[in-house]
């Protein structure tokens, strides 16, 4: 059983920033979607920000420009870059990976293991 761990929520003001952090166990890392997805309440799941299989970055069109993803070789943690953070950006953030291959890591809306979530809360 693998369960992933995200940390790094927190509750700012608009145009703050946050970096969230998620963990990714060895056998996993870098070879397949990785990423992050947020729920809000009453709203969809939606993808946030994903590394595909070959290392490519997908984002929502709603963060793009405000958000970067990036990984850490070393420490084989997966990381979510928030800047400029709008109240709309409030949902709890979680970290999801995939065991095997597939293209449109985004689009996708269950991964084979994620974590419990962290909150992201952005006041006006």
């Known amino acids: 059983q693998v369960e992933l761990v995200e940390s790094g929520g927190d509750s700012v003001q608009a145009g703050g920033s946050l970096r969230l952090s998620c963990g990714i166990p060895?056998?996993?890392?870098?070879?397949?979607?990785r990423g992050w997805f947020r729920q809000a309440p009453g709203k969809e799941r939606e993808g946030v920000a994903f590394l595909d299989g070959a290392g490519v970055t997908t984002y929502t069109g709603s963060v793009k420009g405000r958000f970067t993803i990036s990984e850490d070789k070393v420490t084989r943690t997966v990381y979510l870059h928030m800047s400029d953070l709008k109240p709309e950006d409030t949902a709890m953030y979680f970290c999801a990976v995939d065991s095997f291959f597939r293209v449109g890591c985004i689009d996708q809306r269950a991964f084979t293991y994620g974590g419990r979530g962290t909150q992201v809360t952005v006041s006006s």
């Open positions: 060895s056998f996993l890392f870098g070879k397949y979607c």
